[in-house]
């Protein structure tokens, strides 16, 4: 995992992320430990993580039409974005938060 | 290869388009990379969850490495599941155990009610428990059975807990429970007779007043019971520590004005062992929320402490802020305690060999530490070695 830190406007604002999961499934629990690393890496304590277990009340995804899970979907700032899948590429999870070009061509990892 | 910046469409529905391209894009990368480990089904009225992988291994890990018994059996009691708790009970490696029949290890005499309860277990609506011994003659055990849902097939989940443990540790409980309760009622007990004989001291010095040929002896009664008092107050605030039930009334204050207090009451002490009592307290108040009568017992502990171990030189007392806490140092130059000991100072009643020709019970440091700990604030101690005095620091939480 890289530890160079590439500040931009984003990480600048309020984050509001939520983090869909269902239950302590393996992937649920890596995404958790990944988003808690990102975080710590790159906003510098300006966010906000909400966890919701589908596992608990399914319906809930309707409310972010989620389709996989574990699912990040970014509230603020705008626009709204989601990242499908365990967080474990840190590069995938920066591309998809607009904090570092995509790389058109390659697989973006 | 070639790195562009996202296109930004200034019209919308091209930027709706190229989010949902992106969110596409990052669903089949997730689902190809093995990220997702479930996918939502919707359904006219809600959503359920499809599971592609399971949480299994996690529960299996839990349930293996758990400090009870767990098995899955069949209604004759034939193992499908063993965690290796209850393999090691009956001695037996899990792999072993796995298809053979329970009941087999299960102490002659307790066979029947063992197969009976696994029967009524598939019949009851909750769980279903009994108590037995191993064939090989250790326990008791408690089994408690209750069905699985499996179709097709009958089930039983079993929990069996080992009643050894148990029995032993409600025993120990017990004793030290019926301990505290005899320190409590006899400190109780002793405290009101004090209280009486020191009304009638105070009676009998009124009448004969003070400059009467027996002034002396009434002035050494009085505080041979108030040293008497001062004992069994510890025995109780010790009593009640235990007990979870000291009584700390907070408030915010000055912890200065404590320490001041508590230096001003151990003074006279100090001078009758020509030992010198230097405090070092900050200019500003130093506020902190707490019970300021506790706090002041704490000081005046520490500081009697020093005083009673020292018989040459000086206590020095410094109170500064380190942090979010104030720090409170009283340092002595006095026997020292050696480094094994360091532990074992705030333990009630323990008292090393040479504390034995001081007076105490070992009590008033113990009591300390209850005190600080009830405060959020914790306390240490440090000493050079033996003969080279030792030093007691307090952090009790800023307000």
């Not at chain 1, 983090?19 to 629990?29: D, E, M, R, W």
């Not at chain 2, 197969?115 to 428990?129: F, S």
């Not at chain 2, 064939?135 to 089930?155: T, W």
Request: proline letters at 5%; glycine letters at 8%; one cysteine or more.
């Amino acid at each position: 995992m890289t530890t160079r830190k590439r500040k931009t406007d984003d990480a600048m604002d309020q984050w509001t992320l939520r983090l869909y999961i269902a239950g302590q499934t393996p992937k649920s629990i890596a995404a958790i430990a990944n988003l808690k690393k990102f975080c710590a890496d790159y906003l510098d304590e300006r966010y906000t993580i909400e966890i919701i277990d589908l596992k608990q009340d399914p319906k809930l995804a309707r409310r972010d039409d989620i389709v996989a899970i574990p699912t990040l979907v970014r509230k603020l700032p705008v626009p709204v974005r989601k990242i499908i899948g365990d967080l474990s590429s840190t590069d995938r999870v920066l591309v998809g938060f607009d904090m570092r070009p995509r790389v058109i061509g390659g697989d973006g990892d | 290869m070639t790195e562009l910046p996202i296109a930004r469409n200034p019209r919308r529905r091209t930027t709706d388009l190229a989010e949902r391209v992106r969110e596409h894009e990052s669903l089949v990368r997730a689902l190809q990379g093995g990220e997702v480990d479930a996918v939502v089904v919707l359904e006219p009225d809600g959503a359920k969850l499809q599971h592609l992988t399971t949480d299994e291994p996690l529960y299996r890990t839990i349930v293996d490495t758990l400090p009870q018994g767990v098995a899955t059996v069949l209604a004759d009691g034939t193992i499908t599941y063993i965690n290796q708790h209850l393999a090691d009970s009956i001695g037996m490696p899990p792999a072993t155990l796995l298809g053979a029949n329970l009941a087999g290890y299960v102490a002659t005499g307790d066979v029947a009610t063992f197969v009976d309860t696994l029967h009524a277990a598939l019949d009851a609506p909750q769980e279903v428990g009994m108590t037995f011994l191993w064939a090989h003659g250790e326990g008791p055990v408690l089994v408690s059975a209750s069905r699985l849902p499996v179709d097709g097939v009958d089930a039983l989940g079993l929990v069996i807990v080992d009643l050894r443990d148990r029995l032993a540790r409600t025993a120990a409980e017990e004793e030290s429970r019926s301990k505290d309760e005899l320190l409590a009622s006899v400190s109780h007990e002793m405290r009101t007779p004090l209280t009486s004989i020191m009304g009638w001291v105070q009676l009998i010095e009124f009448e004969l007043g003070s400059d009467h040929h027996l002034g002396d002896a009434i002035r050494n009664l009085k505080n041979a019971v108030l040293a008497e008092a001062k004992i069994v107050d510890d025995l109780l605030d010790l009593a009640r520590a235990e007990k979870g039930s000291l009584s700390i009334v907070t408030r915010e204050f000055d912890l200065c004005e404590s320490l001041r207090n508590a230096a001003s009451y151990v003074n006279q002490q100090a001078q009758a062992k020509s030992l010198a009592l230097h405090c070092e307290l900050p200019g500003e108040p130093v506020i902190v929320r707490g019970d300021p009568d506790r706090l002041r017992q704490v000081f005046v502990n520490l500081l009697s402490n020093a005083l009673k171990f020292t018989d040459a030189g000086s206590i020095h007392v410094r109170c500064g802020i380190d942090d979010a806490y104030a720090t409170i140092e009283v340092t002595d130059s006095g026997i020292g305690i050696k480094a094994d000991y360091l532990p074992m100072v705030f333990e009630p009643f323990w008292r090393s060999e040479r504390a034995k020709p001081y007076p105490g019970l070992g009590i008033g440091l113990a009591i300390t530490r209850r005190l600080v700990e009830a405060h959020g604030g914790t306390i240490a101690v440090s000493s050079d070695g033996p003969g080279r005095g030792a030093t007691f620091t307090v952090k009790v939480p800023l307000a």
